[in-house]
């Protein structure tokens, strides 16, 4: 039988996701995986669902959550482990940056009709149904109402960063950020790296007291995902990873399953996550 795996970075339908907390855990379970994490983008409110199914599979669901943060000309993505997912300050915060990305949206969707595409708010708010809103359904609205013909176009043409249609986000700096995570009980890991930043900038994100890196990404070929895994040793950092998995018109199917860690690693995470707890009892 083929070694269970862990894969701590995915997305429901709460965020970006196409497939139900439910369905994604079904998923989960038939490729393999044995401890996985739900990562919504502002949102942990797949957890009881996702729990619920994970149980009839003794499947083990971390409690996680995708954010944004910024310095002054770049966007990172900190993902938080095994926070509270009832913590009130962080819940605040959640519904607040929810808030902030719809009316964000509807500024994306104004410039598009200034750009005469007169796509309607109420097609991409039919795309983001009760989730935390974002570019992804402008783009699969954009496909669906026909003004373009591919989700990649949109980011290309449009919505991408810098684009005419591009609109900021709500975010906080990288240190609000580890602390929110940190006061809800849980340990911060800065996303797919590779993306996101370059060597001095890691190192500023480092300095701002990460708890890991996310080594294992698709979007990280072989020699980078060694050079994120160097700097995790060297730092003392934990290494996380996993498949970033949304379905529908990503085309990431192959990506769940293939894209995770070994067992051992999740064990890492959680001494940590008690160092942690045993370092804030005895301040
Ligand atoms: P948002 O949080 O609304 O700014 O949307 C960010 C999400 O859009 C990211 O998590 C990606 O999934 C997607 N995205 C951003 N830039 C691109 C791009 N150039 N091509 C495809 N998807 C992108
Ligand atoms: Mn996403
Ligand atoms: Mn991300
Ligand atoms: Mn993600």
Redesign the pocket.
Known sequence: MEKLKADLHM?TSYS?GVLSPSELVTKCHSRNLSVISITD?DSVEAFPEACEQASAFNMEVIPGV?L?ATTSER?Y?ILGYFIDCKNQRLLDYLTFFRLE?LR??ERIVEKLNNLNIPLKFDAVLEKAKQG????????MALVDEEFISS??E???KY???SCPAYEK?FVMSPEQTIQLIASAGGISVLAHPGRSTNSEMLKSIISAGIDGIEVIHPSHPPELTKNYQDIANQYFLISSGGS?Y?GGK?NDDMSLGRFCIELTLVDAMKKRLFSHKTENKSQ
């Open positions: 997305h970006d983008h995708e944004s966007e993505h990305r964000r949206a935390a809103i974002g570019r992804p359904h402008i783009a989700y990649q949109a980011f290309e919505i991408g960063n986000k970033d949304h990503r």
